[in-house]
């Protein structure tokens, strides 16, 4: 019986990791972002935080102890945010299983939630233009009846908790779990026994969009925003004045970056709001003063450039600063973008989770 249950859990790995792979490309999900799991009666498999999807191998996967996470749902939470957070963070680490180490995906009571052994969140640039937009609820109940949309709700155990609840209320309306979860300003959950069936339904979400963005008079052909060479001057400029959060710098030809934050992991790589304007030493020094970070993307007339202490980092800043022009040029197709609240913004500048990812990712 022993050797038939390290079979499954082999197989049940060996699954998981396929489809993180498949949807650990940049058409689903940038840096580290998106979080996939596995599970049986007794444990959960869950991806570790500031892991990518498309580097994670069957081993990789962080085993926890699925009796260890139920009295988080039940437990009394402390009101502050950051008390909170520490506090959830230690009953997961709590929850993973002996003789293995790892930090567990802040997502991991979510996908310990659904009943379905498989669960694969993505960020698509594709669904986000939807998850974005202002009429983003009302197109997905038109697309996916059977979907269920959640409103903006802050990552982690407020998330958590919200959709379980949102979800064990479908359950007892329909008879069943959703398979398909949309998260405004967020992304997608899609959860299934059978991998087909979440590759399957991936597509069909992924069509559809497709679809409709077709009968709209939306460019779903993105112009490319080719590199460019970062000047020694511009460079001189940068360092002068940001010092080492200048360390690292990448250019493209210029573009109107997003004006705002879109998800949180537009906020976590690329800040949540760029410098717009010449790259004049006191101008950059006020936006510093302005908003209390070094800016991550910087546009000019001449270029739009990542900067950041790493070279991973400013090529991730520069990335989504161009999924974010992505984003809000397909969000014109269901009534134009929806930015994230101050509140909700300020949530994830300050959220140590999303500081310890942005970490470990770059």
Request: aromatic fraction near 10%; charge should be negative; charged fraction near 20%.
């Amino acid at each position: 019986m022993k050797g038939a249950m390290m079979d499954n859990t082999h197989e049940m790995l060996g699954t998981i990791t396929a489809l993180s792979h498949r949807f650990g490309t940049v058409d689903y999900v940038l840096g580290g972002g998106g979080n996939t799991s596995a599970k049986d009666e007794t444990t959960l498999w869950v991806k570790p935080s500031g892991t990518t999807l498309s580097g994670i191998g069957p081993d990789t996967f962080l085993p926890l102890v699925r009796s260890r996470i139920e009295p988080l749902y039940a437990a009394d939470p402390p009101a502050d945010p950051n008390a909170r957070e520490a506090w959830v963070k230690e009953m997961m680490q709590a929850a993973v299983q002996e003789g293995t180490s790892g930090r567990p995906s802040v997502e991991a009571p979510l996908h310990n939630a659904f009943a379905a052994r498989y669960v694969v969140h993505t960020h698509p640039t594709w669904v986000n233009g939807l998850t974005c937009s202002q009429k983003g609820a009302e197109a997905c109940a038109r697309l996916w009846p059977e979907a269920l949309w959640i409103p903006y709700v802050d990552p982690g155990y407020t998330l958590c908790m919200h959709v379980r609840a949102a979800i064990q209320e479908y359950a007892a309306e329909h008879g069943c779990q959703p398979s398909i979860v949309m998260l405004e300003n967020h992304g997608v959950f899609v959860a299934g026994d059978d991998p087909n069936f979440i590759i399957e339904t991936y597509d069909r979400i992924m069509t559809d969009l497709e679809n409709t963005y077709a009968k709209t008079d939306v460019a779903t052909h993105f112009v490319p925003t080719s590199a460019t060479v970062v000047t020694d001057l511009d460079r001189a400029r940068l360092q002068t004045v940001l010092g080492e959060d200048a360390s690292y710098i990448v250019a493209a030809m210029p573009f109107a970056p997003a004006e705002g934050p879109l998800t949180p992991d537009h906020i976590v790589y690329a800040k949540s709001y760029p410098y717009v304007g010449p790259m004049k030493k006191d101008r950059i020094r006020a936006f510093v003063d302005e908003y209390g970070y070094a800016p991550r993307v910087i546009a000019t007339e001449e270029a739009v450039y990542g900067v950041a202490r790493t070279a991973k980092a400013a090529g991730l800043a520069l990335s989504f600063a161009q999924d974010g022009i992505r984003i809000m040029q397909l969000a014109e197709a269901f009534g134009g973008v929806k930015w994230m609240t101050d509140a909700a913004r300020t949530f994830i500048e300050n959220w140590e989770v999303e500081s310890y990812r942005s970490k470990v990712s770059t």
